[in-house]
């Protein structure tokens, strides 16, 4: 069965520290993952993707097949990174969306 | 605002009632789905319409749930005889549209749902 796994259900780190948020996936196919983040009082949004390869808000994230991980990352985290972060994968482009528990960070100053 | 809207934000009700939500997608979106979320968790998949064809559904779907697309746009979500259990967020998404965003699901704000 697709699961996706999110281990920590709170992140804490101070401002200007690296970010890693981690999420691991089961799934015999090849699956597109995503993030999704939620913002406080907003609804849940698009932060990612890794068929775009692309960094948002200066995260990035990268497909690890071999260990089945798609691991969320920051250099430099900021206060505005506070939020529930969602990993997430489908395995086609019209499928649902599996999500995990989810992760909230949260930045200190 | 022309992002994917849904009616009503809260709703109270008591146990045994019945209630509907109603969700409009983006316009020009021809794929909707209905997850539910509850605290602590991600959202879960409910059901998926392409159009007017209701073309998958969780087996969380119980058979005091049903969901319709009638037209192809807007669709409806209802609980019969609703449980405690029911207490959650429903959340609504919807995509399609445009080659370069086709595929990307947009979620509405949710309609919340206590039982009591």
């Known amino acids: 069965a697709q699961r996706v796994t999110q281990p920590e259900k709170l992140l804490s780190v101070f401002k200007g520290a690296p970010v890693e948020l981690k999420c691991n996936y089961s799934?015999?196919?090849?699956?597109?993952l995503f993030w999704y983040v939620q913002y406080s009082r907003q609804r849940l949004q698009l932060l990612l993707r890794h068929i775009s390869r692309e960094s948002i808000k200066g995260f990035t994230a990268d497909l690890n097949k071999g260990e089945t991980s798609f691991h969320l990352k920051k250099p430099f985290a900021q206060e505005e990174d506070s939020a529930m972060y969602y990993c997430a994968l489908r395995y086609s482009s019209a499928s649902k969306i599996i999500f995990g528990s989810g992760t909230r960070l949260s930045i200190r100053p | 605002d022309t992002g994917v809207s849904q009616n009503p934000r809260h709703k109270i009700t008591k146990r045994g009632q019945n209630v509907t939500f109603r969700c409009d997608p983006i316009s020009e979106h021809n794929r909707l789905y209905w997850y539910r979320q509850t605290l602590g968790q991600g959202p879960e998949f409910l059901t998926y319409?392409?159009?007017?064809?209701?073309?998958?559904k969780s087996r969380l779907l119980s058979d005091r749930f049903s969901a319709e697309r009638p037209k192809g746009s807007f669709s409806t979500l209802e609980i019969q005889r609703t449980e405690q259990g029911d207490s959650a967020m429903y959340l609504c998404a919807s995509s399609g549209g445009l080659a370069v965003a086709k595929n990307i699901q947009y979620f509405g704000a949710g309609t919340r749902l206590s039982v009591l």
């Open positions: 799934y015999s196919g090849s699956p597109e």
């Open positions: 319409f392409q159009n007017e064809a209701q073309l998958e």
